[in-house]
């Protein structure tokens, strides 16, 4: 069975940070892209950040340029998000999601992926 699970969400203060993980089961992520998305109430989801299964290419929505880092670690069939001076606007529910690559690129569009998570919420309020 192929799940993915995220971690690492909840209520943080603006300009403060946070790091989101996306673990993998059932399958080995060395050979899948993997994307965060995000949605926010009475929002469409909307790509964060992706990363090629070889980590060589990343992808980031403008918005989150120079705050966000995406990283993975094969060893750990893990994926995280590092989000830093995070911003109200940032709220949202947060999902990972992952789909078996051939090219080393990744996509930020969500009907892209096959498999995801079940979402964690992170709330920056002060």
């Known amino acids: 069975q192929l799940q993915l699970v995220e971690s690492g969400g909840g209520l943080v203060q603006p300009g403060g940070s946070l790091r989101l993980s996306c673990a993998a089961s059932?399958?080995?992520?060395?050979?899948?892209?993997i994307g965060w998305f995000r949605q926010a109430p009475g929002k469409e989801r909307e790509g964060v950040s992706c990363?090629?299964?070889?980590?060589?290419?990343?992808n980031y929505v403008d918005s989150v340029k120079g705050r966000f880092t995406i990283s993975r670690d094969n060893a750990e069939n893990t994926v995280y998000l590092q989000m830093n001076s995070l911003k109200p606007e940032d709220t949202a529910v947060y999902y990972c999601?992952?789909?078996?690559?051939?090219?080393?690129?990744?996509?930020?569009?969500?009907?892209?992926?096959?498999?995801w998570g079940q979402g964690t919420q992170i709330t920056v309020s002060s």
């Open positions: 999601a992952a789909v078996y690559s051939i090219r080393r690129l990744c996509i930020l569009r969500w009907d892209e992926y096959d498999y």
């Open positions: 059932g399958f080995t992520l060395d050979y899948y892209a």
């Open positions: 990363i090629s299964k070889g980590g060589g290419v990343t």
